[in-house]
């Protein structure tokens, strides 16, 4: 079977998962509704699970349900999936995935694969991340003294995955935020509180693109703004979607494959890494036999 990366995605025998071109005579399958994953999609059918498909219909691009595809779940955002391709060698395909739990995506599934394909966008020593209890309740403080200096605050964060976390996070508290319509749309289809953005006292989740307007916001409110990039790579406040260091070592522990293979973000660095803790790991840079 040949394997092969295209951009973030890669193409694995008749399949083509993630990728942002179309692959002539390949079937699409799209692991999750994040833009960089669907860009192949929005020109060719592509296959997902059913709760990909209800977000990414939200977001404008038409996926197609199936159940003739092995998903399991991945724990990266809402609906995310990775690949089981059984076979005389039985694969795995990641697609962006973590292990640790958040307050509204449990961790990923692990199965048992000979091949393993990994994503790796925080795979390497240098991105070992705070527990996440830790990173929220370090996040909550900082919006506490923001508040009590009577200050807004704007969460700046993916429509898709960190804004459904930080609301649910909110909520928890007692705290109802203001969101843009298609952050709403996701949070009705999970059952979360908040309240369409307007002008008014304060917290904020907005898309990262929409970060330039907190000036104009302050203007229009009347009051001092604060913003936030809830990210990965936000170093002093780390929460990411994404496995990191610990994670991708345990992920490949458990599933206990006879090769890995790395790709997307760091794939090099990973291999390396991987090879020096005793795995059988390379980077996934050219087309290869498995």
Known sequence: MRVYPVGSGVVIGRYAIDVPTPQKGKIHI??????DHMQAARRVPALSSEETSIYAR???????????????????????????????KDVLVTGDFKLESDIVVRGSDVEGADILLM???????????PPRRDLYKLLMERIRRYRE???NVVLLAYELGKAQEMTALLNSYGIVPYVTETIHKINAAIGLKDRMATMGEGVYIFPPRMGDIVRAMEVQNGIPH???????WNSKLPISSHADWKQTVEFVEQVSPEMVLTYGANAR???????REGFNAKPL???TEI
């Not at 799209?30 to 833009?35: G, N, Q």
């Not at 197609?64 to 391709?85: C, K, Q, R, W």
């Not at 604060?226 to 990965?232: E, K, L, M, P, W």
């Open 58 to 88: 939200i977001r404008g691009v038409e996926l197609y349900p199936t159940e003739d595809i092995m998903f399991l779940h991945a724990g990266h955002i809402p609906g995310s999936n990775m690949v089981y391709i059984p076979g005389s």
């Open 149 to 151: 200096r009577g200050m």
């Open 269 to 275: 660095e990973s291999a390396h890494y991987l090879r």
């Open 285 to 287: 840079l050219e087309e």
């Open 226 to 232: 604060i913003s936030i990039r809830v990210s990965g």
């Open 30 to 35: 799209v692991t999750h509704a994040h833009w």
């Open 119 to 129: 994503d790796t966008t925080f795979g390497t020593p240098q991105y070992v991340f």
